[in-house]
């Protein structure tokens, strides 16, 4: 609330002439912090080229170059195509998050020369004058000039709640809000000085932390590392005693030994599905501004929705005007229209209300018909009302509120059963009344005389219906939270078909203990006269409950609960601190968006699962096969060359297929235990059956050209067994995933049937034997796989 005096407005102030920008850009005094959405491209082409992992294949593979053949080193060459196809899939990302974050850019209103205009963050020059209305964010440091009712929250800058009054010489801070009123402030201190420029950098990084997925990743990296370094020693001592007389050899098998042990892929797959969702999503004109933010969104199960801007698009239009006691509909119609030239920014209700009184139809501006205000309150959601006092063409003074009848209202007021009747069709209501109290009187609207009823209507967004259901087919439960009146809101949403909508609560009798809070939410769908505080505490409630919640919104009410849930979601036509805070931005306003992030993010944690199940199983085996190699004082079964095959036909090309295939599996948390608890056992048991192969084989096969047999036969059985893991990760089976695992199979017998293929990749099965002891040995490990994945199944269902 503010009075229009010259000791709070500063009127007339032109801001900056051309020549003091010029002057002012001249001298670097610009606020030139680039806008950053993502790593730049050195960063992300160091991120994937210089990893523990592939320092450790890049040794390998120059030992390998210098001992030979060059066969050997083909997974050398694998590791070079894997880090390309990272770095230009997150370029690619790059690109897209970049270009959307231009789109979504904040644009503050500069005044200069007199006029004011819109301009990118970047042209503004110390010293410029920023103009603020509801919603704006703070974009640099400054001192108040300027300042009608201009309440700020710097909530998220000192954690206190509650917006401050600020008048001419007050500090504006940047990465503050407007919550009320209207102002201008001159900016201070510019570009990386300003702590909006620390604030933007962290809003829009591209990062991929906070994400249980990726950490689960560095988790078990960090196993395989420590299980690695012993292992691998043991075989190189191992390897070099038994084959003492071909160091060449003993160097390959050790390799051979050492390679697949390391799960490169793992991390690349990641990398990649997370970029392509960014990607996928950027096409549809949403703004991932946290990498994480996928992930985050496919494991909630409650999202709280705001009604205005959600369900309902943003206009407004007046449906009725009914007079109350007898009131003069002329007499109300100008006092609505000096209540509407009040307010230099209306919200979207006092923009309808003067859509349809404009300055016009009572002759002229606000004030031409002799209506001159002398006080203004805007509109604050705490409080439900707006106001602002008048000397009439008369001479007498008036003051007029306009805000929710049943708070200005004494309870059981004739009017509320009306106003009950018109909210149960759905429609808005706002109450227009004279009040005897001073304006800033906090008993202004404790005794109010009623003049008429405002109905309005909202337009309800065409996709709402189809995105809730949605989200009930999913089991995410949706809870539409909003500071209207809780009947209007529940027949709004039950115009859309959300279950629970015929009992909607309102919030000023929710409980304010915790636990007794997050009951009642848990029970109901639909929730009314929510303050801005409310929401923030009914989001901590339901996680205290141990729900994942999003939370989605467009208006400066939302923010401190767009900034606690587990994921913030904002539109793009949102206040620009909405915008900052949320992860996920809807550029086009789309709350049918919603969907396709949910499943980007299934997607890739469900997809990532699987991989990761083939990756690790391998890395299991691996290991297994050196300590047993090491114990049985024999020869590594396999030179790098067959493990190359190996993984490139089980592993390498099916993870490729399988990390980007549709997945509408629903996110289940402990991803590494849900992982580990399959690959294990599986890696135990094709490591197991290769090596009773190999050791079988070197029983049968005696002579020259023994090694090169028992090897033959060890790899069939291998690939037998991980080709069957393949099969399991696969399920459930689609067509393209059968002939997936089909088209393995082949490529494998190709390589066995083709004579310069078997040179190659130095496979040859030798009689008849051999090859079939291997094959039954594979089938009865085919068969201990099923019984695991039966049993990992049933655990993970209990």
């Not at 929710?404 to 909210?423: C, Y």
Request: proline share 5%; with cysteine.
């Amino acid at each position: 609330m503010t009075e229009r005096t010259d000791t709070d407005v500063v009127t007339g102030s032109p801001g900056l002439t051309g020549a003091e920008v010029a002057e002012r850009v001249a001298r670097g005094e610009v606020n030139d912090v680039p806008v950053r959405s993502s790593r730049s491209t050195r960063e992300i082409v160091r991120a994937n080229v210089f990893t523990r992992f592939n320092a450790i294949i890049g040794v390998l593979f120059l030992v390998i170059l210098v001992v030979g053949p060059i066969q050997d080193g083909l997974f050398g060459f694998v590791i070079v195509a894997n880090t390309a196809i990272g770095i230009v899939q997150e370029l690619r990302a790059k690109r897209t998050l970049d270009s959307l974050a231009v789109i979504g850019e904040a644009k503050p209103t500069v005044r200069r020369e007199g006029e004011a205009a819109e301009i990118s963050t970047s042209e503004i020059v110390l010293g410029d004058l920023i103009e603020l209305g509801p919603g704006d964010k703070v974009v640099v440091d400054g001192e108040i000039v300027e300042a009608d009712g201009l309440e700020i929250d710097e909530s998220l800058l000192t954690g206190e709640a509650d917006p401050v009054l600020k008048r001419p010489g007050d500090p504006a801070m940047s990465g503050s809000f407007v919550v009320a009123g209207g102002g201008a402030f001159t900016a201070t201190k510019v570009g990386r000085e300003a702590y909006a420029a620390q604030l933007a950098e962290e809003a829009s990084r591209f990062t991929l932390v906070n994400s249980e997925l990726r950490n689960g990743i560095s988790q078990i990296l960090k196993y395989v590392t420590w299980m690695m370094v012993p292992t691998a020693v043991g075989l190189i001592i191992s390897q070099f005693t038994v084959e003492s007389h071909d160091a060449r050899e003993a160097v390959r098998r050790t390799v051979g030994g050492i390679v697949p042990m390391v799960p490169e892929g793992l991390v690349l797959l990641t990398s990649v599905a997370f970029a392509i969702g960014v990607i996928r999503l950027g096409r549809k004109q949403c703004l991932v501004q946290e990498l994480p933010a996928i992930e985050g969104l496919a494991r909630v199960d409650v999202v709280c929705l705001d009604k205005t801007g959600t369900l309902t698009e943003g206009g407004m239009d007046v449906a009725d005007l009914r007079m109350l006691d007898g009131a003069d509909p002329q007499y109300v119609a100008r006092a609505l229209t000096a209540l509407g030239g009040s307010d230099p920014r209306p919200n979207a209700s006092l923009q309808a209300i003067i859509d349809a009184y404009p300055p016009s139809a009572a002759g002229g501006d606000a004030g031409s018909d002799g209506w001159r205000c002398t006080e203004a309150l805007p509109f604050s959601s705490a409080r439900k009302y707006s106001g602002a006092a008048f000397n009439e063409p008369d001479g007498t003074s008036s003051t007029w509120l306009l805000g929710a009848p049943d708070v200005l209202l004494p309870t059981g007021h004739a009017s509320l059963a009306e106003i009950d009747q018109l909210n149960d069709e759905g429609l808005r209501v706002l109450l227009l009344a004279r009040t005897e109290a001073p304006l800033g009187d906090a008993r202004a609207a404790a005794a109010v005389s009623p003049y008429a009823l405002v109905v309005l209507e909202q337009r309800l967004r065409p996709d709402a219906g189809d995105t809730l259901r949605y989200f009930a087919e999913q089991e995410v439960h949706a809870k539409v939270i909003s500071g209207d009146n809780a009947v209007s809101v529940g027949a709004v949403a039950g115009k859309l078909g959300l279950p629970g909508a015929q009992a909607p609560v309102d919030a000023r009798h929710l409980p304010a203990d915790r636990d007794e809070m997050a009951g009642v939410l848990e029970a109901g769908a639909v929730f009314g006269r929510v303050t801005p505080q409310q929401k923030r505490d009914m989001v901590g409630a339901l996680q205290s409950r141990g729900h994942n919640v999003a939370m989605t919104g467009d208006g400066v009410n939302d923010v401190l609960a767009l900034k606690d849930a587990d994921i913030g979601v904002s539109m793009g036509s949102g206040s620009e601190a909405t915008r900052a805070v949320a992860q996920i931005v809807l550029l086009d306003n789309s709350f049918a968006t919603l969907p396709s992030v949910v499943a980007e993010g299934r997607r890739v944690i469900g997809n990532i699962t699987r991989v990761a199940t083939l990756f690790l199983t391998k890395t299991v085996y691996s290991v297994l096969l050196a300590v047993l190699v090491v114990c049985w004082q024999v020869p590594y079964p396999f030179l790098p060359r067959h493990l190359t095959l190996l993984s490139t036909l089980t592993i390498g090309v099916p993870a490729f297929f399988l990390a980007l295939a549709p997945n509408k599996e629903r996110a289940r948390p402990h991803f590494v235990r849900r992982v580990m608890r399959y690959a294990t056992p599986a890696g135990l048991i094709c490591g197991t059956a290769a090596m009773l192969s190999y050791l079988l084989a070197r029983h049968h096969y005696t002579g020259s050209g023994s090694l090169d047999a028992e090897t033959s036969a060890a790899t069939l059985t291998l690939f037998l067994t991980e080709l069957w893991v393949l099969a399991i990760v696969a399920r459930p089976y689609t067509w393209w995933r059968i002939a997936l695992v089909l088209a393995m199979g082949l490529g494998f017998l190709i390589v066995l049937v083709t004579p310069w293929l078997q040179s190659f990749f130095a496979l040859k099965l030798s009689g008849m034997e051999g090859p079939w002891t291997a094959v039954v040995i594979a089938v009865v490990g085919a068969v201990l796989l099923e019984f695991v994945w039966a049993w990992v199944r049933r655990r993970d269902t209990d």
